[in-house]
């Protein structure tokens, strides 16, 4: 079983629509969540984190974690084609620092 | 804003020759990482490195790698005898604590022929 698990796109949305990406893990016990933003060719860039069940807003950026399910999703509002890259989810597993990367969501925003 | 830089940017070898890879951790940072990303797959897990030794290693991580802390700035990962499917993009992170976000640098392009 895949630790962190993600749709791997693409996922195509107009200009200024709502991109959802969804995030799963395997690993209950999970305790820190990430997203990070990778262009073509570039290192990962932290755009979101979250500790805590529930929803965190970062401008047009959402992050919403439910540890029940185990499903961690980001939402980004009035999306712009500069938000068009690859989005990796990212989890501390339990008793561990390291991060585990899903595969990504490849977002591409249609003007 | 501080960042996480890395040296060289790209990096081509001979297979079998050894390669150090160079990174200058964000300053009030104490955790620090390494992660590989063959092209197309998803970013790995190298090492992590805390208090001046090896906190976690991954499978990847054996014999043929090492990191070492030189001095209070830079973090090195060293490739011995290098292979082919060594080549990837290596990334280095940092963080301030442990399960806190990690920074990555730019990477370093390793090439192997």
Not at chain 1, 91 to 102: A, H, I, M, Q, R
Not at chain 2, 33 to 46: D, P, S, T
Not at chain 2, 75 to 93: G, H, N, P, Q, V
């Amino acid at each position: 079983q895949k630790e962190v698990e993600q749709n791997s796109g693409p996922l195509s949305v107009p200009e200024g629509a709502i991109a959802s990406l969804n995030c799963t893990y395997s690993d209950r016990g999970s305790q820190s969540f990430f997203w990070y933003r990778q262009y073509s060719g570039k290192s990962p860039e932290l755009i979101m984190f979250i500790y805590s069940n529930g929803d965190k807003e970062d401008g047009r950026f959402t992050a919403q974690l439910n540890k029940a399910s185990q499903y961690v999703s980001l939402l980004i509002r009035d999306s712009q084609p500069s938000d068009s890259a690859t989005y990796l989810c990212a989890v501390n597993p339990s008793n561990d620092y390291k991060l585990s990367f899903g595969a990504g969501t490849t977002v591409t925003v249609r003007a | 804003e501080p960042e996480v830089t890395q040296t060289p940017s790209h990096q081509v070898t001979q297979m079998g020759q050894e390669v150090i890879l160079r990174c200058v951790p964000i300053s009030n940072h104490l955790y620090f990482y390494w992660y590989r990303q063959i092209l197309g797959q998803k970013v790995e897990f190298l090492v992590s490195f805390y208090n001046n030794e090896i906190s976690e290693k991954s499978e990847i991580f054996d014999d043929q790698f090492s990191v070492e802390r030189p001095d209070g700035s830079n973090f090195t990962l060293k490739i011995r005898s290098t292979k082919l499917e060594d080549s990837a993009m290596y990334f280095c992170a940092s963080s301030p604590g442990g399960g806190q976000p990690q920074h990555f640098g730019d990477g370093t392009r390793l090439s192997i022929l």
